[in-house]
């Protein structure tokens, strides 16, 4: 038997905060560039946003603000209202996938042990009960 695991980067949304600056991480940031884009765009017209910086593959982006003249919290809903802060449904996908094939391999295994210990003839019976 072969068991192949599949690794995927699947992150929990995160958000850092200090004075002047917020930065986000997401699955959303990193699969929806466009989207993205669009509201970086409209971020970077927004008087007191200094720099806005998007790393695509890193799911980030950070901006830099003057605190005196935009409110953290706004920036935060503004972001979070346009689905940034969304998680990944492939993550419950992938762990329903484990949940299965762990099901599955337990099942086996423990059939594997079971004809070992009774033997072929006492398995018949036992394999057309489940």
């Known amino acids: 038997m072969t068991i192949i695991i599949i690794a995927e980067s699947l992150m929990q949304p995160y958000i850092h905060r200090t004075a002047n600056r917020l930065r986000f991480r997401s699955d ?7 989207e993205v884009k669009v ?8 008087e007191g946003i200094t720099s806005v910086r ?9 901006i830099v603000f ?5 409110d953290a919290e706004v920036l935060m809903e503004t972001v979070e209202s346009h ?4 998680s990944s449904q492939r993550k419950e996908l992938v762990e329903n996938a484990v949940r ?3 099901h599955t391999l337990c099942r ?3 059939m594997m042990v ?17």
């Open 28 to 34: 959303f940031i990193r699969e929806h560039p466009k």
């Open 39 to 46: 509201l970086i765009e409209q971020l970077e017209k927004i």
């Open 54 to 62: 998007h790393k695509r593959y890193a799911g980030s982006v950070a």
């Open 66 to 70: 003057d605190s005196n003249v935009v």
């Open 83 to 86: 689905g940034w802060l969304r």
């Open 100 to 102: 299965a094939g762990t």
């Open 108 to 110: 086996g295994m423990a």
């Open 114 to 130: 079971l004809k070992k210990a009774i033997g072929p003839v006492a398995m018949r019976v036992v394999s057309s009960a489940v």
